[in-house]
């Protein structure tokens, strides 16, 4: 566990300074004070009172996503909530949750069980056995990514996928492409669905018609690319719009292959944002959206279920990041 | 202006503990502090800290709508918008917008001029010159019932108006209603097309075929159900659902004048839940929005754009109140 001591040092104050952040004493500014927080929720120190409370708890469920470093999508996520979770003195556990934890025990008696007073859960897709579960527990739980009709307990937080990618095709029929491919994400989620609609709502919008072999569900991951790039190559595809940033560093692989440029051959769009967007030669346009503020307003989100405040939805607005993956179509 | 000892009474507790909740002290419970703070919010009363502070200052934009008493749709909003602004030490001000000021100052000129942070605009209708001016604003807008796409500085916050429209055509399809009419509130807004919707769509989820006849936009006033009711009832509806509940009273009075009895004769929903809803004989089943929790969603909502976090959207689950100006069909 980190030390007052490496606090201090890394925001470079004195360890009285640090002290003080953490115990709430009043000659230290608001702002500061929220720095020293925040940054010992990151370093995972914690203080004794937390230590102490650890009937006050929260859970976060991490079911098919990495979250361990930074690079990860669910890093970040995770960081924001424990940021905003520790400045009400809440505990938060993070749990990794495969199919066999949600066959053999149920959700709600798993929640009680531990004694966590809600949940904020991550990566669930459509089928999982608690999602199923969750559409009706009693139990505040806020879904990333995903939502459940008519349930008092239970609140969604996402990112606008729509008008994410409606900023992305207008961009791309801006440069010309008049054949824009989607490879999307995982079929079975929920919000892949959401981004297939908001796709086809888009090439709506700028009066192009829909072809259904310039789309493909895949899985949010790299090595999806290769099974679909050549057939939308094959149909045309100009530009192809990816469900995530992985599934766009795959397409990065597919195009060095087969000895196309980007963006002079083709152009590329990623959706999210994560650190490999602009490591990747040449650096990955996308659509990003704010994963530390989307932990943030997951907090937001439970904290309000837990107090009978029944919130809906929480959506952040993406960004378009332009990056050198996109350009002018090719003339033929 | 309300004084401390005010508060004090109101409260039930002693003078210095009203005192120790105003400064902060640390020997009174958080629960008790933010009674405090938000009791001296309600009775008008201000800190010492709150009147030097006057440069940190909102403004809640009020057109087209009640608010200066309890039983006002936005009494309760602007209560909790300044309960949650007040925790923050902001200054709130409140301006009734109407079409000259819209005139005669653009939107911009008008924050800055008087030295706002930002805005929380209530009952503005899509045609109001401020309104699209707001879709391009610079400066943290949050808009009730009112949604501006691609702009990073605005936010939405409403109820999910969908979630309650399925809930009580569902409610009244069940007692066998099979002409379910629907009176709107005012064309031109876009919460109002929302409803329009959302109505359309709980229909033909139920498998009723949609009839022009039971429809209509009105006004958001009681008067407004003279107008249209009759030729609703004419097309042979046994069920009104009402834009709000100030339309469901108006059409208590028509049916009182036709001497049809609620609901023996014809069910009525309203929706928002006003105090008038539980003091209509019978008591009128109704969509409730809780107006309170919604203005704090309208501050948490701003206070994010302020500091840069673009929520795109914050909406709350309605609930359906059940009273008695709902029943099973009259069997002819």
């Not at 938060?92 to 008696?109: A, C, F, I, M, R």
């Not at 969750?134 to 996928?161: E, H, R």
Request: hydrophobic residues 40%.
């Amino acid at each position: 566990m980190a030390t007052i001591k490496d606090i201090a040092e890394r925001l470079g104050v004195a360890v009285s300074t640090v002290s003080k952040g953490l115990n709430g004493a009043p000659d230290i500014s608001e702002e500061l004070r929220r720095q020293v927080l925040d940054t010992a929720v990151e370093m995972g120190y914690r203080t004794k009172k937390m230590r102490k409370e650890e009937h006050k708890k929260l859970v976060v469920f991490v079911e098919n996503m990495d979250y361990e470093r930074p690079e990860d999508f669910g890093y970040d996520l995770i960081l924001g909530f424990r940021q905003m979770a520790y400045r009400d003195n809440w505990a938060v556990n993070v749990v990794s949750v495969g199919p066999k934890l949600q066959t053999h025990e149920k959700y709600d008696t798993y929640m009680l069980m531990h004694g966590y007073s809600g949940a904020f859960a991550m990566g669930f897709a459509l089928k999982d056995n608690w999602m199923s579960q969750i559409a009706k527990t009693d139990i505040p739980t806020a879904l990333l990514d995903n939502y459940v009709p008519l349930n008092q307990n239970v609140g969604y937080v996402g990112t606008d996928s729509d008008e994410g990618i409606e900023r992305a095709i207008k961009k791309l029929y801006d440069l010309g492409h008049r054949r824009i491919a989607f490879l999307n994400g995982s079929p079975n989620s929920w919000v892949s669905d959401q981004r297939q609609a908001a796709y086809e709502a888009g090439i709506r919008n700028v009066g192009l018609k829909l072809d259904h072999d310039l789309t493909a569900y895949g899985y949010y991951v790299a090595d999806s690319a290769r099974f679909h790039v050549p057939a939308m190559l094959e149909a045309g595809a100009t530009a192809i719009l990816c469900g995530n940033d992985l599934i766009a560093s795959g397409v990065y692989d597919v195009c060095s292959h087969l000895k196309l440029k980007i963006p002079r051959d083709i152009s590329v769009v990623g959706f999210d944002d994560l650190p490999i967007a602009s490591e990747l030669k040449p650096g990955l346009s996308t659509i990003r959206q704010d994963r530390l503020e989307l932990g943030k307003c997951a907090y937001f989100t439970l904290n309000s279920l837990i107090n009978n405040v029944s919130i809906s939805k929480t959506m952040l607005r993406p960004q378009f990041i332009e990056r050198g993956s996109v350009g002018e179509v090719k003339t033929k």
